[in-house]
Structures are given as structure tokens and as C-alpha cells.
């Protein structure tokens, strides 16, 4: 049963409303002015008002603004004696559900009120939807519904309350950093510091100072005690990041805070327990390090106690709607831009694009997209368009993999080229298309899944 609130000055009028809305089904409370009837919304709950414009104290404009302000979903309809088009469209512009003539008939009265209420509810259920979207396609600021995604969700769930030494491994701009922040406040360790400190930003003297501090005097320049990194994170989590740009006696000195939870300052031979959570990163390929001397394979063991593997962008591109979508809403929010859709074929040039910088990359984008734009769809976006420079870079990017990732790069490109050429040719007829290929229907579709390849984008092809 509905919740109603009604407003009028009228003693009469306001029962015959009452009255009205009880016979319909409607549970219906009333207030003699604006002031009232906020103290009734505060003391409960309601799906709608209905309010008379002139009263004494506070009339119907003021409340619909003060309604607006702080019950901002809570549809209002506003009566008057005195209906004017101006007013109604004054009213409606404050953010009015409606608006009522007096005198009107009790039919009138029903049918308003039952499609304000229709329309809430509507808007209530677009809400939740968005809500569960939401949570399906997102992880503590992480967005992504691809498979590859969901796994580390469901991985993240599980790791977070635990104590466990975490090894997040991705390109540079795949959101690393996130990652680490959603395992630790999605942990017990939430209440206490998160503390960065990047690895390949400082030289080795620097980095030794960073991260356990040092003693007045222990060296040039060491006018004062100075408190490290561990020790600030003490009780919360540690985010090394860049792992693999640590200097080779730096990594001995770790792995003893990873196997004993003790430092020392730099300078000092007083030895200080500390209690932290570790989350190391890099964008390295270790295995490769290890295997040239360049990194320890007993601290390597330590940290990839759990191993996240961040996919690139180039292998999620069916996240890219999504990621578009949060960075719109984030960016138009801090500018004040607002924008109601982005054009098929944008949608269509950014999934096709390598994004060599992932998701970073596709950040800065659509912020300068969003700072540049004129009106409120997007329909083109600056991404470089020098084949010869697209493929120089992809060519750079291969020669700096390993032999099995470049070839598996180089592999994606063909098949997503591949398949959505056989969609065009086939006016995007999967049955047709696969048959074309050679693979079977639910193979084909697969690979269309996993490239993010939509074949209603190849109807109209033909």
C-alpha cells in the first residue's frame, strides 16, 4: 500500500482528497501547511505528495524545494486555484511531478496520482537495476564484466580479510594501484594507513631511507630521525609498487620484513617489529629476472603467495562500454558536462583501438573528449589515426615481449580483424559467419565474446 502525503490550508478540501485516495487504496496522511508536512517526512517514510501552492507559514513552492533539496526522489504534485501555464510550468521546472487545477474531479485526482506513482516506481526499479549492474560489473572502484574480470573479483573476495603477501602483475596503466587499494579496504586492516611507495621512482639510497627510515646522522644530509614506510604502515597494508626495479641488497633487507615482520633503520642496530600487510606490483616479467640474476627467487617466493594477473586492456575490450560510461560520469560530475550518449561509431573506434596504455590511456581520452565537446552525445573522439605510427609503436611494444607474448598479441589482432570482417561480410549473421570460418557456431561465438564483438554492429554492412 502506498504512502500519501497531503498538504492544504482547506480543512474541507483536504478531507474530500483524503477521502478520495482512501477509496483507492492509498494509505493518506495530511499536514495544514509546508512546515508540517516536513516534520511528517521526517517522522516517516512516503512515495508521494500531493500539496496545495498557497498556504500560510510555508506554501507549496518553498516545500517542493525543500523536498527537492532532501528527499530527492520523492515525486510531488502540486495543486492550485489559481492555474496558469506560467505557473504549471514554473512548477514543473522546480521539479514538480504534476500539476493539478482545482477544482478537479476525484477521477481526475486517481488517474494523476496512479502515473506519478507509475513513474516512481519505474524510476525506482531503473535504480536498483543500475545498482545491481553496478555491483556486477565493479569491485571497489575496479570496473569490468568480462570473464577475466569476474575471476579476480571473485578472487578479491576471498584474499582481502586475509593477511596473505599479494604479487599484482600487469602492463603499465591496467590499474595495479587500484587493485591494491580494493584488497585493502576490503580487508580487517581498513581502519589502519595504506602506504604507497614506488620503487622505480627513487635511487637505491633514497629507496633504503623510504622504506625503513633512518637514524640522525647516518649519513650526509641525515640532520634528523626520519620514520620509513614500514613503520607508517604499521597495523595497515604496504603497496610496493614497481617490485622489480628494486636494487638486489634492497631485496635481501625485504625479504626479511616478509619472513620475520622486523626492520631496522638505516644507522641503527636497534631491531623494530612491525605488523604489515604486503602488496607488491610490477609490470616486469620476474620469471625472466630471476632467471638473469636481477631478482631473488626466494623473495619472489615470498611475494607470490597470491598472484593476481591483470589482463590488458586489449583483451577486455568488451569492458570498454562500462569503462567509458565511469569515466564519463566521473569527469562530466567534475567539470559540470553532461552528456546523454556516446555515438555507435565511437563506441566501435575506441573497441578497436590497441590502447597500448590500457585503461589509463582510455582515461585521459575521454577526459579531454568530455573537455572538448560541444553539445551533449559524443560523436567523434581524437585517438591517433597515423596507421604507420600505430603499427611503429605496436612494433616497438613487440620487440620489448617475450617471444609467447608477443605472438599471442599479434595472434588477438588477426582473429578480432578476422571475425569482424566475416560479421561484415555476413551482415553480421553468426550461423553464416562461423560456417565461413570453419568453426563451430558456439567456437565462433566464443571468439566473439571475447574480442567484445557486438554483430548487430554489422547489419546494416551488407
Known sequence: MSNLLVVDDEEMFLVQVRETLQLDGYHVVTARDGREALQRLQEDNYDLVISDLRMPE??????????????????????SGQGTIELAVSAMKKGAADFLVKPFSDDHLSVVVKKALHVRNIEEENRALRDQMRKRVSFHGLIGKNYQMQHIYETLSIISPSNSTVLILGETGTGKDLMAHAIHYNSPRRGKPFVKVDCGALSESLLESELFGH???????????????????????????????????????????????????????????????????????????????????????????????????????????????????????????????????????????????????????????????????????????????????????????????????????????????????????????????GLDYKSFYEKMKRYGINPHDFKQSR
Open 215 to 437: 637514524e640522525k646522522g647516518a649519513f650526509t644530509h641525515a640532520y634528523q630521525q626520519r620514520i620509513g614506510r614500514f613503520e607508517y604502515a604499521n597495523g595497515g597494508t604496504i603497496f610496493v609498487d614497481e617490485i622489480g626495479e628494486i636494487p638486489p641488497r634492497l631485496q635481501a633487507k625485504l625479504l626479511r620484513v616478509l619472513e620475520e615482520k622486523k626492520i631496522e633503520r638505516v644507522g641503527s642496530n636497534r631491531t623494530l617489529d612491525v605488523d604489515v600487510r604486503i602488496i607488491a606490483a610490477t609490470n616486469r616479467d620476474l620469471d625472466k629476472d630471476i632467471q638473469s640474476g636481477k631478482f631473488r627467487s626466494d623473495l619472489f617466493y615470498r611475494l607470490n603467495v597470491i598472484q593476481i594477473k591483470i589482463p590488458p586492456l586489449r583483451e577486455r575490450v568488451d569492458d570498454i562500454p562500462f569503462l567509458v560510461n565511469h569515466f564519463i560520469e566521473k569527469y562530466g560530475e567534475k567539470n559540470g558536462i553532461k552528456i546523454q550518449r556516446v555515438s555507435q561509431e565511437v563506441l566501435q573506434a575506441l573497441m578497436k583501438y590497441q590502447w597500448l596504455g590500457n585503461v589509463r590511456e582510455l582515461e585521459h581520452v575521454i577526459e579531454k573528449t568530455l573537455l572538448l565537446q560541444k553539445g551533449d552525445v559524443i560523436e567523434s573522439v581524437d585517438l591517433p589515426k597515423d596507421r604507420e605510427l600505430s603499427e611503429c609503436r605496436s612494433r616497438n611494444t613487440y620487440l620489448e615481449m617475450l617471444f609467447k607474448e608477443a605472438k599471442g598479441m599479434i595472434v588477438e589482432e588477426f582473429e578480432r580483424e578476422y571475425f569482424s570482417h566475416l560479421l561484415e561480410c555476413t551482415g553480421g549473421n553468426i550461423s553464416s559467419a562461423s560456417k565461413k570460418s
Open 58 to 79: 510555508m506554501g507549496g513552492m518553498e516545500l517542493l524545494c525543500e523536498i527537492v533539496d532532501h528527499f530527492s526522489h520523492l515525486p510531488v504534485i502540486i495543486m
